[in-house]
C-alpha cells in the first residue's frame, strides 16, 4: 500500500512557475513508476508526465512538453513537477500516482493516487 500526497499547489499568474511535490509513503518507492496527471472542470482527467523507475525515462504530453519538468528522489520517496510558462488552460487539479509497473505509463491505469493539488493561473 502506497500513500501519496500532493503539495505545492496555488494561484499564479500566466508565465509564472510552481513547483508540484508528492511524498509517497513506503519503502518500495524506487520500485514504483510515477505520473502526474490533471482534471478540469467538466473535463476528463489527463496525462501530464510519468517517469520510470530510475528517472532515466520521461514522458509528457504534448501540451506541457518544454515547460513542465517531472523528477524523482527516490532517497526522499518524492516526485516533483516543475511547471514553468504557466498558461490559464493549465489550471486543474494535479494528481499524483504511483504503480508497480515497468517502464512508463501514460494512461491512468495507475494503483494509487493522491488526493490532488489545485494549480490555478490567472490571464
Known amino acids: 500500500q502506497v500513500q501519496l500526497v500532493e503539495s505545492g499547489g496555488g494561484l499564479v499568474q500566466a508565465g509564472g512557475s510552481l513547483r508540484l511535490s508528492c511524498a509517497a509513503s513506503g519503502r518500495t518507492f524506487s520500485r514504483y513508476i510515477m505520473g502526474w496527471f490533471r482534471q478540469a472542470p467538466g473535463r476528463e482527467r489527463e496525462f501530464v508526465a510519468a517517469?520510470?523507475?530510475?528517472?532515466?525515462?520521461?514522458s509528457y504530453a504534448d501540451s506541457v512538453k518544454g515547460r513542465f519538468t517531472i523528477s524523482r528522489d527516490n532517497a526522499k520517496n518524492t516526485v516533483y513537477l516543475q511547471m514553468n510558462s504557466l498558461k490559464p488552460v493549465d489550471t486543474a487539479v494535479y494528481y499524483c500516482?504511483?504503480?508497480?509497473?515497468?517502464?512508463?505509463?501514460?494512461?491512468?491505469?495507475?494503483?494509487?493516487w493522491g488526493q490532488g493539488t489545485q494549480v490555478t493561473v490567472s490571464s
Open positions: 500516482a504511483a504503480d508497480h509497473s515497468r517502464g512508463i505509463l501514460t494512461t491512468p491505469d495507475y494503483d494509487y
Open positions: 517517469i520510470s523507475w530510475s528517472g532515466g525515462s520521461t
